[in-house]
């Protein structure tokens, strides 16, 4: 299916058509955890395929919001066309472990992002195996709350049928993450926002930014390691604890900056920033 759906109506109002903003919002969240192989168009036919069949199955009667009746039947939908993707395989999985580990050895003991060559000599391989690795670790690096790790389809999908305390750690969780991502270094906020939110091609940030892809896909990692430890020390600090900082000015950068993340704002400002459904307030 392709372009937008029919419309289904319902007292007069384009039911369906109202609601495609919320299949692109779908969408948009799936791609941000998700490998960079996933085609957005397949997933935009799934989205709109499940939105016109949530239309003509809606009973108003029943006391449920058509959004959020819409939402859980447009996400079921989205995560079957990612059960049929050929997903990152185990060994990929760990060799991205171990890429990101090596990287944030790196950056503790000399106090900035390794090269290349850096983390292939720690690694004991060469720079063409970190290179190739590092194809495989982008497609295979999902934006997940619970970590941004690697990780199967069933487990990038909020639950549809989350309950209130559910929803409510969800939003507060997404609250942090908005807090998490506005409390990094100025470049590395550029990258994660223009990419992730606002999908722009790496080439055109790099240009803004003044540097290469390459430079640009480096500060992207940097800035999910830093997304995750600065998250797991707010959400999961056992987590935390089994990567504690070395010491030295970098562990006291990372210091300031989970500080940050704390003090940007309370339970209530960050539940603010969704609706009862986990939407952004703003949509």
Not at 8 to 15: P, V, Y
Not at 92 to 97: E, I, K, N
Not at 98 to 114: F, H, I, K, N, Y
Not at 234 to 254: I, M, S, T, Y
Request: glycine letters at 8%; hydrophobic letters at 40%.
């Amino acid at each position: 299916m392709s372009g937008a759906p029919s419309v289904e109506r319902r007292g007069g109002t384009d039911i369906v058509q109202d609601h495609m903003p919320l299949v692109g919002h779908l969408v948009r969240e799936m791609l941000a955890r998700v490998p960079q192989h996933v085609n957005r168009d397949d997933l935009m036919s799934a989205g709109y395929a499940a939105l016109v069949h949530a239309a003509r199955g809606f009973d108003a009667s029943r006391g449920v919001p058509f959004a959020r009746f819409a939402a859980a039947r447009v996400r079921g939908a989205l995560l079957d066309e990612l059960r049929g993707l050929d997903w990152a395989s185990r060994s990929v999985r760990q060799r991205a472990r171990r890429t990101d580990s090596a990287r944030q050895e790196l950056t503790a003991e000399l106090g900035r992002t390794p090269t290349v060559r850096e983390v292939a000599e720690r690694m004991g391989c060469t720079v063409e195996d970190i290179e190739s690795a590092d194809d495989d670790v982008h497609r295979a690096v999902v934006f997940s709350l619970q970590g941004f790790a690697t990780a199967a389809a069933d487990d990038m999908v909020t639950e549809p049928s989350a309950g209130p305390e559910e929803m409510l750690i969800l939003r507060e969780r997404l609250g942090y993450l908005r807090h998490a991502v506005d409390a990094l270094p100025e470049r590395l906020r550029v990258v994660v926002q223009g990419y992730f939110f606002d999908e722009r091609p790496m080439a055109r940030i790099a240009e803004d930014l003044g540097v290469t892809e390459s430079r640009v896909s480096q500060l992207r990692a940097e800035a999910l390691v830093l997304l995750r430890d600065g998250l797991n020390t707010h959400l999961d600090p056992a987590l935390a604890a089994q990567n504690p900082p070395k010491e030295g000015c970098v562990a006291r950068r990372r210091a300031a900056y989970y500080e940050q993340i704390a003090v940007r704002g309370d339970v209530r400002t960050r539940l603010a920033m969704t609706g009862p459904d986990g939407l952004p307030a703003a949509a």
